[in-house]
């Protein structure tokens, strides 16, 4: 666990919040906080601002590691997937989290329906030109998941051509794991009855009109061939090397300092140092000292 964490948590959400065999996604308490021992939303926004400076820093190291003319860092890189049904917060941890570090480090990607040019090619040609370069911190605002939990949900695909796709995600992902990318998964749980209180506010605030999109109250009629889809993707691409880590989500605060902490774990196991100077320090010292 990360050491500056000790204090907040009970127990490491690393392990807690990791898929693993047996995984039931119906078990989950959406409103629970597993391992926090925070107790009160004011202590996690404690614990929470007190993460922000490590997490700058470890993605500043990061960034400057590849930029430097002797990359230490071996080309390292993170992916941070996000996936979740509607309103569960995903732009929250975009906003709260991620927007904590510098953003030229960052590379956001919010997958939209496939274009027709995308639909020309397979699923997965789109997110290839998408994943994070070395020194970059990757987000993934939906992902290639969709294709199969909407292609499922909807039948727009045979069910074998969506069993096949659970395994070309495995690859791909492994491909990326062993081209030094940190892949970090994120299935963001709400309850239904959250996801109808959350749009219905947006439906009470004109500052939040523009969030509301009718087609979710048509998905919502869905959401327990949602949570079927859920499962079976889980159970399929959870891996050693990308493990897939179920948040509750019921608690926005919660889950906002659950992704850091893993984005946080993620960055600490990559053991970087800052780069050496590529140019004599004294050398240059000496020289600026003349001008």
Do not use: C
């Not at 590379?107 to 699923?123: V, Y």
């Amino acid at each position: 666990m990360s050491g500056l964490d000790h204090k907040f948590w009970d127990s490491d959400p690393i392990e807690t919040l990791r898929v693993g065999p047996g995984f039931r996604l119906a078990a989950v308490d959406p409103d629970a906080t597993p391992g926090f021992d925070g107790v009160a939303k004011k202590n996690a926004d404690k614990a929470l601002a007190s993460g922000v400076g490590l997490l700058d820093s470890l993605q500043e190291k990061l960034y400057a590691n590849s930029r430097a003319a002797a990359d230490d860092g071996g080309g390292r890189k993170v992916l941070l997937v996000l996936q979740a049904m509607d309103t569960a917060g995903k732009g929250g941890i975009v906003r709260h989290v991620v927007g904590s570090v510098d953003p030229q480090g960052v590379r956001l990607t919010a997958f939209k329906a496939p274009t027709a040019e995308e639909r020309a090619h397979d699923f997965l040609w789109r997110v290839r030109s998408r994943v994070p370069g070395p020194g970059l911190i990757g987000v993934f605002d939906r992902s290639h998941y969709e294709d199969v939990l909407i292609a499922r949900v909807h039948e727009l695909a045979p069910a074998e051509e969506i069993e096949a796709r659970y395994g070309q995600i495995r690859q791909f992902e492994q491909d990326l794991v062993d081209d030094g990318t940190t892949i970090i998964k994120v299935m963001l749980q709400i309850s239904s009855a959250d996801q109808k209180e959350r749009l219905l506010e947006r439906l009470e605030r004109p500052d939040k009109y523009w969030k509301y999109n009718p087609a979710d109250v048509d998905e919502r009629m869905r959401w327990a061939d949602y949570q079927a889809a859920y499962q079976l993707a889980l159970e399929r691409t959870s891996t050693p090397d990308a493990p897939w880590f179920v948040v509750p989500a019921g608690k926005k605060w919660y889950a906002r300092l659950a992704v850091q902490h893993l984005l946080i774990d993620a960055l600490e196991r990559l053991n970087l140092d800052w780069p050496p100077a590529a140019f004599d320090v004294d050398a240059e010292k000496a020289r600026l000292a003349a001008t």
